[in-house]
């Protein structure tokens, strides 16, 4: 098992920048990719961005792409998420989380960090 704990989270105004910050422990050689997800109120946890551990393969969802950036530094064993240009619409509970390898799904999960984006 992997251990997340997010931080970076605020409140912004529209048009502002945050950068959102997921330390990792435990078991991290295990780790296949990381990634972001986020959960508004009353909607369903949707897929933000993804990064491979090892590698520097990135996915974003179409709604973050060109504002948000994933990286990550693994000496630190920290993942990362720079998000400009926000939009009220972000306003969400960001998570982060990890997927083993071999695993078919993200395994181990942060217990998430507000973003709220007034306008």
């Known amino acids: 098992q992997v251990q997340l704990v997010e931080s970076g989270g605020g409140l912004v105004q529209a048009g502002g920048s945050l950068r959102l910050s997921c330390a990792a422990s435990?078991?991290?050689?295990?780790?296949?990719?990381m990634g972001w997800f986020r959960q508004a109120p009353g909607k369903e946890r949707e897929f933000v961005a993804v990064?491979?551990?090892?590698?520097?393969?990135?996915s974003y969802t179409d709604s973050v792409k060109g504002r948000f950036t994933i990286s990550k530094d693994n000496t630190k064993n920290t993942l990362y998420l720079q998000m400009n240009s926000l939009k009220p619409e972000d306003t969400a509970l960001y998570y982060c989380?990890?997927?083993?390898?071999?695993?078919?799904?993200?395994?181990?999960w942060g217990q998430g960090t507000q973003v709220t984006v007034s306008s």
């Open positions: 435990g078991r991290t050689f295990s780790t296949y990719a």
């Open positions: 989380a990890a997927r083993a390898k071999g695993a078919t799904d993200f395994g181990s």
């Open positions: 990064m491979t551990w090892l590698g520097s393969s990135t």
